[in-house]
Nanobody
Framework: QAQLAESGGGLVQPGGSLRLSCAAS????????MGWFRHTPGKERGIVAA????????YYADSVKGRFTISRDNAKNTVYLQMNSLKFEDTAVYYC?????????????????WGQGTQVTVSP
């Protein structure tokens, strides 16, 4: 299974931008569909965005459509989440995940590996 490590979180003002990265170990990164999830206290961890193995299909939660972009670089074993126009409600711990099968298996949390998470805080 892939070992995943997120980076790029931090403190940002409302309206600002951040780019999260998730680096995967192992030679089979390109065989995984990838997803970004987020969790805030009192809520279940939920899908933010997902991308298929070759990047041809993407999924976004309604709350981030038009603001966030998921992408991947299989040569670098890395998936990214570009977050623009950040809002207070985007504050969360963000996790990346890897899975096989369809993109919707990732979307529904049926994944093989999780990263350790990176904190994103949107605050003035």
């Amino acid at each position: 299974q892939a070992q995943l490590a997120e980076s790029g979180g931090g403190l940002v003002q409302p309206g600002g931008s951040l780019r999260l990265s998730c680096a995967a170990s192992g030679p089979t990164f390109s065989s995984y569909n990838m997803g970004w999830f987020r969790h805030t206290p009192g809520k279940e961890r939920g899908i933010v965005a997902a991308i298929t193995t070759g990047g041809g299909s993407k999924y976004y939660a309604d709350s981030v459509k038009g603001r966030f972009t998921i992408s991947r670089d299989n040569a670098k074993n890395t998936v990214y989440l570009q977050m623009n126009s950040l809002k207070f409600e985007d504050t969360a711990v963000y996790y990346c995940a890897a899975g096989h099968g369809t993109i919707y298996q990732v979307v529904t949390g049926k994944v093989l590996s999780w990263g350790q998470g990176t904190q994103v805080t949107v605050s003035p």
